[in-house]
C-alpha cells in the first residue's frame, strides 16, 4: 500500500484489508519513509513490518527508521524508534 511506501501501482486486496482492520481500530501507522523492511536474495526489499500504534502513543514515538546496516540472522532489518516520555511531575510535600 502506499501508505507504508509502496507505489500506488503495488496496491494489493490484503493491504487495503489491513488499513481497514487498523482505522477500526483507531491505530495509526508509524513507518516512515520507503526502506524496506526486509531484504530478498538478489537485492529486492519490501516494506512487510509495520508499526501501528494508539493515537496517544504514535504521539510519543519519534526517530522511526530502519536500521538498513548490522546483520539481523534473518530477511528482516531492525525497526529502531524512540519514545518522547513527559518529565515526571515532582511530588509535593
Known amino acids: 500500500s502506499e501508505e507504508w511506501g509502496c507505489s ?3 496496491r494489493h486486496p490484503r493491504g487495503e ?11 495509526l501507522l508509524v513507518n516512515s519513509g ?7 536474495p538478489g537485492g529486492g526489499s519490501s516494506v512487510n513490518d ?7 502513543a504514535a504521539r510519543t514515538i ?13 530477511d ?3 525497526i529502531v524508534w ?3 516520555l513527559p518529565k515526571p511531575r515532582q511530588a509535593r510535600r
Not at 484489508?17 to 481500530?25: D, M, S, Y
Request: proline share 0%; net charge positive.
Open 82 to 84: 524512540a519514545l518522547r
Open 34 to 40: 520507503s526502506t524496506g523492511t526486509s531484504v530478498r
Open 50 to 56: 509495520l508499526t501501528w500504534a494508539s493515537l496517544s
Open 17 to 27: 484489508a489491513v488499513i481497514g482492520w487498523a482505522a477500526g481500530l483507531g491505530l
Open 8 to 10: 500506488s501501482r503495488q
Open 62 to 74: 519519534s526517530e522511526w527508521r530502519v536500521e538498513a546496516e548490522g546483520e539481523t540472522l534473518s
Open 76 to 78: 528482516h532489518r531492525y
